[in-house]
Each structure stands twice: as structure tokens, then as C-alpha cells.
């Protein structure tokens, strides 16, 4: 058996009354398909908009010492979320997940907009990645539910065309509320959104997808699952607080962050996820290294343009914008029946690219240099994330169980996730270190940041993708 063969003849027939013939907007499929992929649409909308409206919640509220916690605690929070959304999922399926999440994202959405002092600002960011973990891991199982096997490729490709139009508009939408009727709006303004998509696939949700389906002995105890994902979130929040403090005392949270990381991620990650054995744990693994190394780089982009280049924080922002686009792109290329039999070939590819990307950015630094490479340099990188991305997505259903699905999912996205915080706070320290200043006032502290606390960023981060091009040769079992 190999990497891109079913374990389960289920996972691989069409339901049972859908034509073989029939695509993600096909009459069986249309009103699901239109209600998921608007809620991944709302969730873009908020994700690229919050960046533009943060500095100024943080100024207001007196609390920019505290701003990089409204970052951490989504994430820190969003991964207990994930081990959570995947044992309801599997035991009883992902419909309580979904609403549940959803009714945590819009809550933590009020309780920051109308927050009147910074701890409460971040206490709403908390329940906010709470519900953002209980919402994508529910969403991947009903995928793995809802539809088969051949339309999954597609149905990825839209949850990223989703994510297009929020990463263009998101940001002018949002500097342009923030400007006109105040930051809050740009949270509290959300929530009422969300009501149309859930109308339209919540009967098809309760409809098509079902809880576990074989014996409960069989499945981890979800209280150990559930320990697990508190010493993750523990753990990981230690270390991002260490990391924003580089005196010695720092290194005490950080040795009893990694004490309560380690352990934890070893049990809920599948067994070889770190040393990447072959199949489902290098697909896994895949997912951490390609979105950590991505988003760690893609965070310093805009500030190395605003602070060694001179660009607007609006034209910083405008060079990433069309790597929403070849993202879309990339996930459509992979979701095409022809390319199915070389999938792992495609996704070496994508990291080849993306490692190029990353490793071409930090030219710039050179005055000599165009600014406008940045832009073609990262529109190829979100090009071979698109490949990558929603291959991952892909296999890793193609290879779970029906029982499996939401476990392997949870697995999935803390990878992301916690690869997410891990090169972020190793790229901050390694930034802060070199001279880089402070990323949370742009304005005075990195204005004189040193072209190296860039240059140390970027590159490690494009070793860690071409790393990933060498995961990809492990996804096939021999």
C-alpha cells in the first residue's frame, strides 16, 4: 500500500445518491459547498483585516506592551481548540464543533470590540482562537464526511480562493472603517455576517455527517487528548513569552515551556511525525514546515520594506497582495484529476519554490535592488504554498480512517499552528538580537533596525522550507 492509496475502500466512493459526475456546486453539493466556503471566506475577512486595525486598538487602550499577546493568545488558544474540535468530531461528529466554534469566534470578535482596557482586549483575542480552532478542524471532517474523495482536491482549492479577495480588500476595508467610524467596528462588525453561510450549511451538515463509527476502547481517552492539549497551549504560550524577553531569567519559562510542549506534542502528533516516517507523519510534518517557515518570513516582509526601503505601510502591504491570488492558483493546479498521479512531485516543487521565495526577499536589502522583486518573488512563494497547502489537506483525509478524520485533522493544523509560534519566536529572537529593535512600535524602535536582524530571519526560514522539499520525498510509503 502506498501513501496515495485509500486505507478504507469507504473513503474513496462517491456518497451514496451523488452522481460520479457531479462537482462541489452541483445540486447535491451546492448549498454546503456555498455555506463552508463562506464561513472560511468571513474567518479570511477577519484574519487580514485585524492586522490593520490592531496597532490602533493597542494605542487607545494603552496597551502596547501587550500587543504581541493579541497575537499569541489566538494561537496558543486556538490549539487547544484544535485537539478538542477533533475528539468531539470523532465522537460525535463535527455539526456541535462547528457551532460551537462559531459562536466562540463571534463572542471573542464582541468581547474585543467592545473591551475598555488591553487585558480584556486580549481575553477576547483568547476565546476568539478558541473558536478558530473549533471551527477548522470541524470544517476538514466534513469534508472528509460530506464528500468524496474526487471532489476533496476541489473543495480545498475553494477554501483557498476563499482567502483571495479578504487578502486584497481585507485591509483597505479595514484601514478604511478604522478611519471613519473607529477600530471596534472592524470586530464587532463581523459577527452578524456569519448568519447567512450557517442557514445555508448547517441542515447539510446535520444531514451528511455522523459521530464514531466503531468502538470507543479503540480511540485515545480524550481526557489524556484533552491534557495534552492544555500542556501544548501551556507550553507554547511559555515560550512566546520567552522569547519576547531576552534577559537570562527568560530562559527559566522557556526550559518549563518546552517540558510541557515536548511530551504533549508527541502524543497527539501520529508516532515518526519527527523523525518524518514515511505516510501520514510526514504529511503532517510537511504541514508544520511549509506554514511555519512561510509565515515566520511573510511577517517581516512589510517591515523590512517600511523600515529599509521607505514604503508606505499601505504599499508595504500592496506586495503581498497578489499572492492571493497564485495561492488560489496553486490550489486550483492541484485539485486537477490529471495531476493526481504525481501530487508528491508537485508539492517537492511548491517547497523548491517557496524556499526560493523566502531566500530572494532579503535581496532588497540592497539598495540597488528593485523593490517590485519582492512582489514576483512572494507571488511565486504562495504559488508553491497553494500546491502544498491543499495537497496536505488532501492526503492526510485520503489516508485517515472515517474514524480517524477528526484526530488526523487536529493533528494537522496544531502542526501548522505550532509551527507557526516556534519559528515566530525563534525569528523574533533571532531579530531582536541582531539589532532588529522592536516589532511592536515600528514607528521609533525598528525604524533603525539593522539590515542583518532581517537577513537572519529570512534565511534560516528558506533552509527550513528546503527541508520541507526534502518531506515531500517521504509521503509515499515504500
Not at 453539493?29 to 493597542?58: D, N, Q
Not at 462547528?98 to 471573542?108: D, P, V, Y
Not at 502528533?269 to 511573510?298: D, K, N
Amino acid at each position: 500500500m502506498t501513501a496515495l492509496e485509500p486505507r478504507d475502500a469507504a473513503t474513496a466512493r462517491p456518497q451514496a445518491g451523488a452522481p460520479d459526475t457531479e462537482g462541489v456546486l452541483g445540486r447535491s453539493h451546492r448549498s454546503l459547498t456555498v455555506g463552508i466556503v463562506s464561513v472560511v471566506l468571513l474567518i479570511a475577512f477577519e484574519a487580514t483585516a485585524v492586522g490593520t486595525a490592531m496597532p490602533v486598538a493597542a494605542r487607545e487602550l494603552d496597551g502596547v506592551a501587550l500587543y504581541a499577546f493579541a497575537f499569541s493568545g489566538y494561537f496558543t488558544t486556538s490549539l487547544f481548540g484544535m485537539v478538542l474540535a477533533g475528539q468531539w468530531s470523532d465522537r460525535d461528529g463535527p455539526l456541535g464543533s462547528l457551532t460551537a466554534g462559531i459562536g466562540a469566534f463571534a463572542a471573542g470578535l464582541v468581547l474585543s470590540g467592545t473591551a475598555g482596557g488591553m487585558w480584556l482586549f486580549v481575553l477576547g483575542r483568547a476565546v476568539q482562537g478558541l473558536g478558530g480552532g473549533l471551527v477548522i478542524v470541524a470544517l476538514y471532517v466534513v469534508v472528509g464526511q460530506a464528500y468524496p474523495e474526487r471532489l476533496r482536491p476541489s473543495i480545498m482549492a475553494g477554501f483557498a480562493a476563499a482567502w483571495v479577495v479578504p487578502s486584497v480588500v481585507g485591509p483597505l476595508a479595514a484601514g478604511a472603517v478604522t478611519e471613519h467610524l473607529g477600530w471596534r467596528w472592524v470586530f464587532v462588525g463581523i459577527p452578524g455576517l456569519v448568519v447567512l453561510p450557517l442557514a445555508l450549511a448547517l441542515p447539510q451538515i446535520r444531514r451528511r455527517t455522523h459521530g464514531r463509527t466503531t468502538d470507543a476502547a479503540s480511540v485515545l481517552p480524550g481526557g489524556r487528548r484533552i491534557r495534552s492539549a492544555l500542556g501544548i497551549a501551556l507550553g507554547a504560550g511559555l515560550l512566546q513569552y520567552a522569547a519576547q524577553d531576552l534577559r537570562w531569567l527568560s530562559l527559566v519559562p522557556a526550559a518549563a515551556g518546552a517540558a510541557l510542549l515536548v511530551p504533549a506534542v508527541l502524543r497527539l502528533l501520529p508516532a515518526g511525525t519527527y523523525r518524518a516516517a514515511r505516510g501520514l507523519p510526514s504529511v503532517v510534518l510537511l504541514r508544520g514546515v511549509a506554514a511555519g517557515a512561510f509565515v515566520a518570513a511573510e511577517s517581516f516582509v512589510p517591515l523590512m520594506l517600511v523600515t529599509q526601503r521607505g514604503l508606505s505601510p499601505t504599499l508595504a502591504g500592496f506586495s503581498l497582495a497578489a499572492g492571493g491570488g497564485t495561492w488560489a492558483l496553486g490550489s486550483y493546479v492541484q485539485s486537477r484529476p490529471r495531476v493526481e498521479p504525481y501530487r508528491d512531485r508537485l508539492m517537492f516543487f511548491g517547497m523548491v519554490l517557496v524556499a526560493a521565495a523566502i531566500a530572494a526577499v532579503p535581496a532588497v536589502l540592497v539598495p540597488a535592488v528593485p523593490v517590485w522583486t519582492v512582489a514576483v518573488a512572494w507571488a511565486f512563494g504562495c504559488f508553491g504554498m497553494g500546491l502544498v497547502i491543499a495537497s496536505t489537506s488532501v492526503l492526510l483525509l485520503h489516508l485517515s480512517a472515517p474514524e480517524e478524520a477528526g484526530a488526523n485533522s487536529a493533528s494537522l493544523q496544531i502542526s501548522d499552528a505550532l509551527s507557526n509560534i516556534v519559528l515566530l519566536a525563534a525569528g523574533g529572537a533571532a531579530f531582536a538580537s541582531l539589532g532588529g529593535g522592536t516589532v511592536t512600535d515600528t514607528a521609533t524602535s525598528a525604524a533603525g533596525s539593522h539590515p542583518a536582524a532581517f537577513a537572519a530571519v529570512f534565511l534560516p526560514m528558506a533552509a527550513v522550507a528546503l527541508a520541507g522539499a526534502w518531506v515531500t520525498t517521504r509521503l509515499r510509503e515504500r
